[in-house]
């Protein structure tokens, strides 16, 4: 099946740095979603990006669709300690009419120290 | 506008024993997904309903079943429970085909 390589898998950093984090493919996405999950809930809707090149902010976070399509990267800026979370990068393909699947990365684990 | 609801929070079962977990969609979504997530692990999709039916499924024994209703909520059973289906187990909604879905908080499922 499909594979998203999502890197770094974990980083520990600085409360007030910046945070790059990136998710790659094989295959071609037509979207890509960025999601947060913190431990023991589901994973929350971050940024949805439907276009190849497009730039999509939401307060601290932007996050970028490749111009190739087969990869995106979220960057997270002025790190505070709520930031504390799994990210996921996710991309739908479609198999059959009316039908996307859902791939997701393995997840970056992201700790912010006070 | 409610979003994803998931019960029960969470549950204890012994090995052999059978569950049910429940899904309701976010209010305007009628198709919803079902995924396994083992601890530090991404999202494993299970299977996915859509007008009652399940549309597609992935690569899971048929130990796990599901149901969708007329008013788009979702069950997910698991009969003869293996130690291994320990897991959250995450419902997703979204509406037709479009391209993003959303998650409930999740089921946390134990397995003595």
């Known amino acids: 099946g499909q594979q998203l390589n999502q890197s770094p898998q974990s980083m520990f950093i600085q409360e007030g740095e910046d945070v790059s984090m990136n998710c790659t493919s094989s295959?071609?996405?037509?979207?890509w979603l960025w999601y947060k999950q913190d431990p023991g809930e589901g994973p929350v809707l971050l940024i949805a990006?439907?276009?190849?090149?497009e730039l999509t902010s939401n307060g601290r976070l932007t996050a970028q669709f490749g111009i190739t399509r087969k990869d995106s990267f979220l960057n997270i800026s002025a790190s505070i300690p709520s930031d504390v979370g799994i990210y996921f990068c996710a991309g739908p393909m479609l198999l059959s009419y009316n039908f996307n699947k859902f791939y997701f990365g393995s997840g970056t684990k992201l700790n912010v120290k006070p | 506008d409610a979003g994803v609801t998931q019960s029960p929070t969470h549950l204890i079962k012994t090995r052999g024993q059978q569950v049910t977990l429940r899904c309701s969609p976010k209010?305007?979504?009628?198709?919803v997904s079902w995924y396994q997530q083992a601890l530090g692990q991404g999202p494993q999709f299970i299977f996915q309903y859509y007008e009652e039916e399940e549309r597609q499924r992935g690569n899971f024994p048929d130990r796990f079943s599901g149901h969708q209703f007329p008013n788009y909520s979702s069950e997910l059973n698991v009969n003869a429970l293996l130690l291994g289906d320990s897991a959250l187990y995450l419902c997703a909604s979204s509406f037709g085909a479009q391209e993003t879905q959303y998650f409930g908080p999740g089921t946390r499922l134990l397995v003595l």
């Open positions: 209010s305007g979504h009628d198709t």
């Open positions: 295959s071609i996405f037509n979207t």
């Open positions: 990006l439907y276009k190849a090149g």
